[in-house]
């Protein structure tokens, strides 16, 4: 059920929200779509002005009557031509994404004229992509690669429309919190304090498809999920399995394939090795696509010492088994519910990461071949991100513990450090 309008969060101007569309006006025009009144009546803004840093000094911290997201409209804003010509000029590149998409690339052409763009969605990806394009750029990936990977599954036409909607719209709460926080690979180098502030946007925008847009709930909730994984290692709210829609998996899929494709050494060998390398993380009827277009890329390139890899990895399993212990050795002194709760999940996720070593037989690493050693690498850091990804889900289900069970929750999260450095 929708919340009433005028509650939080859009009863008030969102700050940063509101920095992006005045940023984004100076090269758009995006006016005022109705009067915007407070919410005891006064007239803000008159309907047919343009927006200008005037508007934000009469919203600070005026209540609204109805959100300044439906008030506004970008005139010379994001439409489906727009979208095509980004979606052509994806596909006609020499990514590694580009690949991918391309056997399907005319049936998605086709259907981006067939998206529907509602007023609050076009404004916000207007802002987005003329005061930071990167984000409108993702948006582009993640509606084509969603919408590829629905057309291998066999996807009705309605499916592939809802999940290039998403992949096009799962990344909008992002514009709510401080741009420090983005996502730009953050998963991957945010401590926890800036971790906490990017978690929520899944959540907003979750809130902002529900409350402000006439789309399905399915997407909604699908927005709200692409952060969680099968196993409760996701965020905001660790959810497993059944919990999860299938195209808030989809959606999951879409958005660690992009983050490997945004780092150092972008290939689709990497992204299959994040999406495979911890087994019940991920949803597999979505991953074989990505594995398979892996399998017809050159193989990873080399340059990496057997030797020093070895050491390595050697690192990794003794890390892994003392955190194991770490974690058995507290749930016996644990007193609060809480940190219970909190060590039965890291101890869980522990036990799928050692599954995961288990079966890339990486505990074996008596003769580890050089043209196997890249490989091996791309799988050695992945299960080091997933020891950071253990410790920021403890903390997050942790919350605020009694002081002697934060003691101890630290004293699990300098084990987990020490694995990762």
């Known amino acids: 059920m929708s919340t009433p309008a005028n509650t939080a969060p859009f009863s008030t101007a969102n700050p940063h929200a509101l920095a992006t569309i005045l940023e984004a006006s100076q090269t758009r025009s995006i006016i005022a779509s109705r009067d915007i009144f407070d919410l005891s009546g006064i007239k803000l803004w008159a309907r047919d002005q343009p927006v200008s840093a005037e508007l934000q000094r009469k919203l600070l911290d005026r209540k609204l009557r109805n959100p300044l997201e439906s008030c506004l409209m970008a005139e010379d804003g994001v439409t489906a031509q727009t979208l095509l010509e980004a979606t052509w000029a994806l596909v006609d590149g020499a990514s590694p994404l580009a690949a991918l998409l391309r056997p399907q690339s005319q049936r998605i052409l086709q259907e981006v004229a067939h998206l529907p763009l509602h007023s609050v969605a076009q404004l916000l990806l207007t802002a987005g992509q003329a005061s930071r394009p990167e984000s409108f750029d993702h948006a582009v990936q993640a509606m084509a690669l969603a919408g590829t990977l629905m057309l291998q599954h066999g996807g009705t036409l309605a499916e592939v429309r809802l999940a290039m909607l998403g992949g096009l719209l799962h990344d909008l709460g992002e514009m709510y919190i401080d741009p420090r926080y983005n996502e730009a690979d953050a998963d991957r180098s945010l401590d926890f304090v800036s971790y906490q502030q990017l978690v929520v946007h899944p959540h907003v925008g979750k809130m902002l498809l529900t409350q402000l847009t006439n789309y399905p ?197 300098d084990s987990l450090r020490s694995v990762v450095g």
């Not at 999951?252 to 490997?260: F, M, W």
């Not at 609060?336 to 039965?344: E, F, I, P, Q, Y």
């Open 217 to 413: 709930g399915a997407l909604a909730r699908a927005v709200a999920e692409h952060h969680e994984r099968l196993d409760g290692s996701g965020y905001p709210h660790a959810l497993q399995r059944d919990a999860l829609s299938p195209l808030g998996r989809l959606l999951a899929v879409v958005e660690t394939t992009l983050a490997v494709l945004r780092g150092d050494q972008p290939c689709l060998a990497r992204a299959s090795v994040a999406l495979r390398v911890v087994p019940g993380e991920f949803d597999l009827a979505w991953v074989g696509g990505i594995a398979e277009a892996a399998r017809v890329e050159p193989a990873l390139a080399g340059g990496y010492e057997p030797a020093t890899l070895k050491t390595r990895l050697a690192q990794l399993d003794d890390g892994l088994t003392a955190a194991q212990a770490c974690a058995q050795a507290l749930d016996g002194s644990a007193e609060s519910a809480s940190l219970k709760a909190t060590l039965t999940l890291a101890g869980h996720l522990l036990g799928r990461l050692r599954t995961g070593w288990t079966a890339s037989g990486l505990w074996c690493t008596d003769s580890v071949a050089a043209q196997d050693a890249a490989e091996l690498d791309a799988i050695e850091n992945e299960l080091s991100f997933r020891l950071r990804a253990i410790e920021r889900a403890a903390l997050l289900r942790a919350g605020e513990l009694p002081a002697e069970d934060m003691n101890r929750l630290h004293l699990l999260c």
